[in-house]
């Protein structure tokens, strides 16, 4: 899945953009707006990225399980090959199992105080009031929703695409996306 990134700066034109984009077999599951302005969004009907869009949770997690996964590869497997401690297969299974569940949970905390790392780009055009619009769509796709909001909606601007699936491992570096 790719994920378009576009800047409207009106409601009116996001509501205009959803419904047509919703015409088009476009679900919701499919199409975020992200904006200062959540009650606006709440009362034209739009909808809004969840927290899972807007933070880096999702990021953050995924990076703490895999450092707990390390942390009980390189603790928890040789104490249990070793048979330092006599305890049941089962306990050590459990044992490796819960420090990396407590390594994504513990992740989690860092991922919830920031900002979406593709999102961290338009800032400043959401404080100033604008609506970020993402679009996920099929690679085969993405030609034709660039066709159909460029033909529709020439105010929304196309900023960039980006894959839609989440990289832990991207840095400050990696975290421009692609301008269009």
Same mark, same amino acid.
């Given at each position: 899945?790719?994920?378009? /990134?576009?800047?409207?700066?009106?409601?009116?034109? @996001?509501?205009? !953009?959803?419904?047509?984009?919703?015409?088009?077999?476009? $679900?919701?599951?499919?199409?975020?707006?992200?904006?200062?302005?959540?009650?606006?969004?709440?009362?034209?009907?739009?909808? $809004?990225?969840?927290?899972?869009?807007? $933070?880096?949770?999702?990021?953050?997690?995924?990076?703490?399980?895999?450092?707990?996964?390390?942390?009980?590869?390189?603790?928890?497997?040789?104490? @249990?090959?070793?048979? !330092?401690?006599?305890?049941?297969?089962? @306990?050590?299974?459990?044992?490796?199992? /819960?420090?990396?569940?407590?390594?994504?949970?513990?992740?989690?905390?860092?991922? !919830?105080?920031?900002?979406?790392?593709?999102?961290?780009?338009?800032?400043?055009?959401?404080?100033?009031?604008?609506?970020?619009?993402?679009?996920?769509?099929?690679?085969?796709?993405?030609?034709?929703?660039?066709?159909?909001? $460029?033909?529709?909606?020439?105010?929304?601007?196309?900023?960039?695409?980006?894959?839609? /699936?989440?990289?832990? /491992?991207?840095?400050?570096?990696?975290?421009?996306?692609?301008?269009?």
């Amino acid at each position: 899945m790719i994920r378009l /990134f576009y800047l409207v700066s009106s409601i009116d034109s @996001a509501k205009e !953009i959803s419904d047509d984009l919703h015409e088009h077999g476009v $679900t919701d599951w499919r199409f975020h707006i992200v904006s200062k302005d959540e009650a606006g969004l709440y009362t034209h009907q739009l909808h $809004t990225a969840s927290i899972v869009d807007r $933070t880096d949770l999702p990021r953050y997690v995924e990076r703490g399980a895999l450092i707990g996964f390390i942390l009980a590869l390189a603790f928890i497997l040789p104490l @249990a090959l070793l048979n !330092i401690l006599q305890m049941p297969a089962a @306990a050590w299974i459990a044992l490796f199992i /819960f420090v990396v569940i407590a390594g994504g949970w513990i992740g989690g905390f860092g991922g !919830i105080q920031g900002e979406n790392y593709r999102i961290e780009p338009f800032h400043d055009d959401i404080e100033a009031g604008k609506y970020l619009i993402m679009v996920d769509a099929p690679k085969k796709h993405v030609p034709k929703v660039k066709e159909l909001m $460029t033909k529709n909606h020439p105010e929304a601007e196309l900023q960039g695409q980006d894959s839609s /699936f989440n990289n832990p /491992f991207a840095s400050r570096r990696q975290r421009k996306i692609k301008r269009a």
